[in-house]
């Protein structure tokens, strides 16, 4: 495959910084990588989607996501439209035989995740799912010296994702305050970044406790009506690993002062490894081999050394921002489908382990009590 | 009261400490605080007992404790013994008319410090547990900014406590290790500490979750023995207060890379606030009304403008140390005696309210659900 | 001016980051600023310039720099290309009345610098010298402080950039580290950039003293000849400001351990503002008018409420990279175009103004006492 | 000499500082080092030596220092007077046989340091100079880690010691803005600490340029007169080390923001160093040798594994602050003295070696060029 035909359903924000990442990783990666065609482009506004033809180089537009699916000029869909939409989209360009990028979450819940899988289990075609942050080269690396045994057994992980920009009441309401269109508030928008990040890194998580909080109740819609949040703004879990490790995850978006604080840390029997976004270049690791008056957390500043963007950095600490992110995500999948593997990205069925544990957290906070995760057969 | 004479049971480590503390205050305060006089000393090692009044300047070895606690001519009571040990002393020591410090935990268990509560209650002697940690400059500091309703109403609130002196398996088997003796590990050891901030922060803790993990569950005794460790090396816990803000708190004793990292967070409506020991003498404070542009945790490096040791700085930033933490409680403690007063000082009050929480966590733990705190009458 | 045709000269490394600054750029703002036509490229490599057409966009190669300097379809010409050739391509550009984007250095000496200043006076053409870093939202953002007065004024100055990529002994020599063709070492390559930053934030340097070092003196060339290394690794300067100001800058590119460390601080007499590259999406400021319990260095992370890249970001701290530079610096350019104004970017006068400060540097290290910066009529 | 009798001379802040440390080095290190016997103390202000008896411990007071200095049961006479005393005081102490510890600067000039050092010389008396910072365990290590070779040869070496408490234009003239008094403003007062350090861990400074700012040039006396400041308020030099090593000093006690900042780094061809009192706790070091993809600043936390206070820490990170600075000094002194060494602690000819510096820097201020550093023969 050396050309790579895209259909791009949802022009917003999302889709901008996907095609942003198409153009710039066919100038970084040039013959490593397939080559992109941008073919199609639809959205709910067929004013965003004339953008994205005028602006961004897409060819044509498709008055319907459905024309997009069914596209005979396309091998890919990418999905990048509000969260209760991707299951049909999904299931829809499975049947069609494309090859499927969804951005997180895959769905609503563990059920509709696990059709997903189910239909994609039917077919060779190549899933993913927007976990851009494990594809990140810090976590990258993190995993790096898990996997060689240089922090030894994890015991101990704290993942965070903290934001502020709910804390003011005055933010409208949307549907991302709506549990029947978003399914949850911050735990799915992004406590699920850190649930795939600790399962990424520490493997399956097995059971979980949790408190879920909303501050803010009530919302005002910028139609003036006011209405109630039914999703939380701050979701607390202790969680226990199959592994035996067990730990913590904080996700808020009410977080002052929080501006885009994704976090972790994994404390091992051997050494630590901890990381933050706003710090993004950086990786913190503790070897506890060093000679005993050495000892301490070297901060690692990325670059061509290090794996997941040893093909981007020329000098370490040079800084990769948010956009670079997707990029690499980009490049991660046009590599996969020139392989015709899915060595490097997260698949359909990383979206549904998330899924399942988000499930899993909900019941538990409703609860009170342990709630074991139940993992679908694929 | 313009003398205080003390007598001290336990002349380890911790007693060692106080005496320093005690003789150190007396010069850096002058007749801003009571004289100390420091009559008596016991401990259960002779050796120890004659070393304190060799080297630290006590007046007279006693050859029990128990002639500590009876001893005419002492109006204090220092308790600096194993923790299984501190509720006879201190009854004894309230029977006998003597004002009450004692180190901390209190007790093993909310019933017996309960049992110590009730004995101060019918008395008005002052009582004291050594949460130093609530003393100290920068939590004092923190506390203001809350009382000045500098951050809002707190939502979140996160303290931890890590260390790695027992990540080693090789680190004997101790007391320390056995619950019998112990009342639990870490949680009561240092998560206790954690405990007493929030509480002392946030106000009380209502219900919580938690998880305790032993990473070592057989050391090796000095005599070459092996026996079970039946305390915890770590415990999470999911906490929510009567305030409604929730929060987790971490204590581990085996957190590979952690050397003495105390600290917390609140996150608050209107700002945030944190504190790591390890940088002991900074507060990180984030005030949501500063101007849009200029939002940001600012690094408050403490000296004489700041509560709690504006008497002990000439220059922000100059640097208070660990020592520096019992100084600080002996003015308080001398400060109160003076004034027969309880103002500024942690009582045993206080020792029960976190006993009654560490109990509710251990059964937290055990059932796998949530607990409420039982919070005991007085 | 709604579409700006460029001609590339230098498809190498930096000729890469232009071409994909200019491409996100017309994606990311839109109709705010022309459009870009890439018309046509060459490189002293004709291998680089046919992958500039075949991966990049570019629509035609030219064999030479005088055809794409004397190309009718082209508005303006962009440098790339080795330090010691830049003078000659952009006469030749301003000669076929072209604007014109040079690479930094502008010269190899200001003798060289001021020739182009003069050439471009007697015309109406926009230039602009590579300095990006004046333009980055961290640095737009201490500028706005200081015109606001928020620090006072300006009382000192320091400035570093490090970097340890040529520590090793075992780099290759190259013309970077020939003094005919580079003109300095560490001082030009990087020293230029702490000089434009101090000089945009402080104002003129007024006079220098300075030591500069050779750590590496002799190099093996990639043929295998050793060959004499006759630039600087490192140069330290004190500089004395127009202003009063007085400062330090240190430039090096074998300060072990330093892996992209640009960075400056700038105390004020009411407050001070800090920045390093390391942590490029952060400005450390400190507002001496806050209240005296709270004073501290504030961490600012930066997004849509703070110039330069507001238009960027869509929330705080989710971080720009060193490409996201070039893209700032495009839009500043081709918005600038499109005014025919010059506000945002620097001009080949702040070219100029940075090599006479180096020659004086050059200057004064060689003869070990002060040298007031000759300042050249323009 | 199981008994050092002291005899104190300044019974002021520094005094108490002083007595506070040796107090504390009789506990904390008990048999290991002499006892203290604090005998006589006298203050050109008899409140304070009287306070110093009552408050403090000590046995007697005297009317003059004289009598101190005279005194037949004193062995060491411990100078804490302002900087233009420290000659007579300590000359007329070594000529009375006792051992001198004096404050820095030793002297107002070379001159008069080695008058001092001449004086020593004849004598087989110890004497010390109060760099404190040079003992404190982070630098120790430091000094370990050049020793060892860690960082290979030092080829850059920074320094800072930055405060803001004479940034306000209201602090009242003193005798330390009066040359004639303090020989020099924040040079002596602050940068001579980085003078000590860099010659302590890098060898003889042997050349400088420098810079010398007054920012607040008259102050109003206590009595309401107005007076010309006739000291620097901020002091930036360059300096070159006999080892081939350079580098810079900055000092200034008019720093907006900084609050006790002194720090230094060193970058050696192999590794780097770095320091900041503001984190006094932590040495930050980077292995050049570390593997490739975990090449980092590792933070180090002082504790019981590191040379100069492993007596003192029990756990790492547990924390010393400034007045442990000056008991690990008293300690050092007193191990000295009983071994009739002087191995640890800077003598007086380590300060005749800063005097030198000091007067060379303000030879290279006045006149604007390189000055060698004159060195005087012992």
Request: net charge negative; glycine share 10%; with cysteine.
């Amino acid at each position: 495959m050396e050309t790579v035909r895209v259909g791009l359903v949802g022009a917003g924000f999302m889709g901008k910084i996907h095609t942003l990442a198409y153009r710039n990783a066919a100038m970084l990666f040039g013959s490593a990588i397939p080559v992109v065609d941008p073919v199609v482009v639809a959205d709910f506004d067929p004013v965003l989607a004339d953008r994205a033809v005028r602006d961004w180089g897409w060819s044509r537009t498709a008055a319907t996501w459905q024309e997009v699916t069914a596209a005979d000029d396309v091998d890919v869909i990418d999905i990048c439209t509000p969260n209760d939409t991707h299951v049909a989209i999904a299931l829809d360009a499975l049947e069609h035989g494309k090859h499927v990028l969804c951005e997180k979450p895959l769905a609503l819940d563990a059920h509709d995740a696990h059709r997903l899988c189910e239909a994609a289990r039917s077919t060779d075609r190549l899933t993913q799912v927007g976990f851009v942050y494990r594809q990140w080269p810090a976590v990258v690396m993190a995993r790096r010296l898990i996997d060689e045994g240089a922090i030894g057994d994890v015991r101990t992980a704290r993942a965070r994702f903290l934001l502020d920009y709910n804390s003011d009441p005055d933010v409208a309401m949307s549907w991302r305050f709506d549990r029947a269109r978003a399914g949850s508030g911050a735990l799915g928008d992004i406590g699920s970044h850190c649930i795939d990040l600790l399962q990424y890194l520490v493997g399956p998580i097995s059971e979980v406790t949790a408190r879920m909080q909303t501050f803010v109740d009530r919302r005002r819609r910028v139609d003036g009506a006011v209405a109630d949040v039914t999703v939380d703004d701050q979701t607390e879990i202790l969680a226990h690993f199959e592994s035996g490790a067990s730990g913590t995850i904080l996700a808020s978006w009410a977080a002052t002062g929080h501006k885009c604080d994704l976090g972790f840390e994994l404390i091992g029997s051997r050494g630590s490894v901890r990381f933050g976004w706003e710090q993004s270049n950086e990786l913190q690791f503790y070897d506890g081999d060093d000679p005993a008056d050495r000892l301490g957390f070297r901060t690692i500043l990325l670059g061509p050394t290090h794996p997941g963007a040893d093909d981007i950095h020329t000098v370490a600490g040079q800084g990769l921002g948010y956009n670079d992110a997707f990029v690499i995500a980009a490049r991660n999948t046009l590599r996969d489908l020139a392989a015709g593997t899915t060595g490097s990205i997260p698949t359909f069925v990383d979206g549904l382990r998330v899924a399942e544990v988000v499930d899993a957290v909900i019941e538990a906070a409703a609860g009170g009590s342990v709630v074991p995760v139940t993992r679908r057969a694929l």
